[in-house]
């Protein structure tokens, strides 16, 4: 497979994997119209990506499973069973991923309203939509790794609150400051709570037998400081997530 590189203005002619030869046809180019809606009988060709799982992605045209472990560097990835390109990263800015109705990926400008296949079995000359423009992606926001499943999934790290996983709905600390940090806190406020239960508790156990009303005040402040201290313990043992980079 060749590597991923920008072409020049005529950069929608190539497709981002060089196909093998095949026969030369004299068939006229085909003119297709495409919708980015894909409506009822309209070929929907624009690839939207979809950020990988783990070490595998599907195959866009025949879903067979396709190993990118040692290929996340590329933008794209070449389907060992149909021979055939399937986008893993985004495409670069002003560039969008188009797929001809024969399964050749090609980029082009995210302004192309044209661009013809470059397959000589095929050359179809493909008519795009005008592309809806694509939402900004928020600051601070980035890819994590789960801590308990190990799948991937976007976590704004500019949030003060710990990330629930999406696939394993399980909670955990985006870096070890936040979950320290809380560690912390709650150990301060249980040892605050202790020694305020211990003050009151040696300051009025003269009078406890004439005012019963103090043991609420003993219980309350020791089981504030026994909470206080769970939740510290919670906060300092929780899994650390790892977050990948941004977005």
Same mark, same amino acid.
């Given at each position: 497979?060749?590597?991923?590189?920008?072409?020049?203005?005529?950069?929608?002619?190539?497709?981002?994997?060089?196909?093998?030869?095949?026969?030369?046809?004299?068939?006229?180019?085909?003119?297709?119209?495409?919708?980015?809606?894909?409506?009822?009988?309209?070929?929907?060709?624009?690839?939207?990506? @979809? !950020? $990988? %799982?783990?070490?595998?992605?599907?195959? &866009? #045209?025949?879903? *067979?499973?396709?190993?990118? =472990?040692?290929?996340?560097?590329?933008?794209?990835?070449?389907?060992?069973?149909?021979?055939?390109?399937?986008?893993?990263?985004?495409?670069?800015?002003?560039?969008?991923?188009?797929?001809?109705?024969?399964?050749?990926?090609?980029?082009?400008?995210?302004?192309?309203?044209?661009?013809?296949?470059?397959?000589?079995?095929?050359?179809?000359?493909?008519?795009?939509?005008?592309?809806? @423009? !694509? $939402? %900004?992606?928020?600051?601070?926001?980035? &890819? #994590?790794?789960? *801590?308990?499943?190990?799948? =991937?999934?976007?976590?704004?790290?500019?949030?003060?609150?710990?990330?629930?996983?999406?696939?394993?709905?399980?909670?955990?600390?985006?870096?070890?400051?936040?979950?320290?940090?809380?560690?912390?806190?709650?150990?301060?406020?249980?040892?605050?709570?202790?020694?305020?239960?211990?003050?009151?508790?040696?300051?009025?156990?003269?009078?406890?037998?004439?005012?019963?009303?103090?043991?609420?005040?003993?219980?309350?402040?020791?089981?504030?400081?026994?909470?206080?201290?769970?939740?510290?313990?919670?906060?300092?043992?929780?899994?650390?997530?790892?977050?990948?980079?941004?977005?």
């Amino acid at each position: 497979m060749m590597p991923f590189s920008e072409q020049e203005d005529d950069s929608e002619n190539q497709p981002l994997i060089k196909a093998e030869p095949r026969a030369a046809s004299t068939r006229d180019p085909i003119p297709v119209s495409v919708s980015v809606e894909g409506g009822a009988g309209l070929e929907r060709t624009l690839e939207w990506v @979809s !950020l $990988p %799982s783990g070490s595998v992605v599907t195959c &866009r #045209v025949c879903q *067979a499973t396709v190993d990118i =472990s040692d290929k996340q560097d590329q933008h794209v990835v070449k389907c060992s069973a149909c021979n055939e390109a399937t986008p893993i990263r985004n495409p670069p800015p002003g560039k969008k991923y188009v797929r001809c109705p024969c399964n050749c990926l090609l980029i082009c400008r995210s302004s192309s309203q044209r661009i013809a296949c470059p397959r000589i079995a095929c050359k179809r000359i493909i008519n795009l939509a005008p592309s809806p @423009s !694509l $939402p %900004s992606v928020p600051m601070g926001m980035a &890819r #994590v790794t789960c *801590a308990h499943c190990s799948d =991937s999934f976007l976590f704004n790290t500019l949030n003060n609150s710990l990330a629930r996983c999406p696939h394993c709905r399980k909670l955990s600390s985006v870096g070890g400051d936040f979950s320290r940090s809380r560690g912390i806190i709650h150990l301060v406020l249980a040892f605050l709570f202790l020694a305020v239960g211990i003050g009151v508790t040696l300051g009025t156990y003269a009078v406890v037998e004439r005012k019963g009303g103090l043991f609420v005040v003993y219980i309350g402040a020791f089981a504030v400081a026994l909470f206080f201290f769970v939740r510290s313990i919670y906060y300092f043992t929780m899994k650390i997530s790892r977050v990948e980079g941004p977005m």
